[in-house]
């Protein structure tokens, strides 16, 4: 069982109770904005989605997706290491719109970056997101992450203006 505690935060597995959640989470204007591919329109989408994630846990492949919950159990958004074609892995993260400016993906993003980096055998991990989301670039920075590249780039199959960091143990 995957389990990191911080002192706001419990970072674990996906359980199919929490298609709801996912669900709600994902509807977020940013979210839409930024990563449009992982909006859930329906709980069912939710539900298959995390499906697939769990049953990704006991491999080396991934993706390895994790629930971000505060302490008194609500789902928050979630961390994720996602493997990439040129044989890298890809930081992800998210907080639901109404728990935003809180500091849980800084808080999240810490405690996970040891944790799946070790998991992984790996030494660099990269962040990748829009130029204009200055949110995430701002958690990236704050958890010790180095501005490697700005410009135009692919981005889910489109050409757009990014910024690509890395992340070195």
């Known amino acids: 069982m995957f389990l990191i505690e911080t002192e706001r935060l419990t970072i674990t597995e996906f359980t199919p109770d929490m298609a709801q959640a996912v669900h709600e989470n994902s509807l977020d204007e ?57 044989g890298f892995w890809e930081i992800g993260f998210h907080v639901g719109e109404k728990y935003t400016k809180n500091g ?10 040891p944790v799946i980096m070790n998991k992984l055998g790996i030494e660099k991990i990269k962040g990748i997101c829009l130029s204009e989301n200055i949110a995430s670039r701002k958690v990236m920075e704050k958890c010790g992450f180095v501005l490697e590249f700005e410009g ?18």
């Open 104 to 113: 849980y993906a800084t808080e999240a993003v810490k405690a996970f970056l």
């Open 152 to 169: 135009t780039d692919s981005y889910q199959g489109d050409q757009r203006q990014i910024c690509r960091y890395w992340f070195t143990n």
């Open 30 to 86: 940013d979210n839409r904005r930024f990563v449009p591919d992982e909006v859930f329109e329906t709980v069912d989408e939710a539900a298959e989605t995390i499906e697939f994630l769990m049953s990704q846990y006991d491999g080396s492949d991934g993706p390895f997706v994790y629930p971000v919950l505060i302490k008194d159990g609500a789902n928050i958004g979630y961390v994720q290491a996602i493997p990439l074609d040129d």
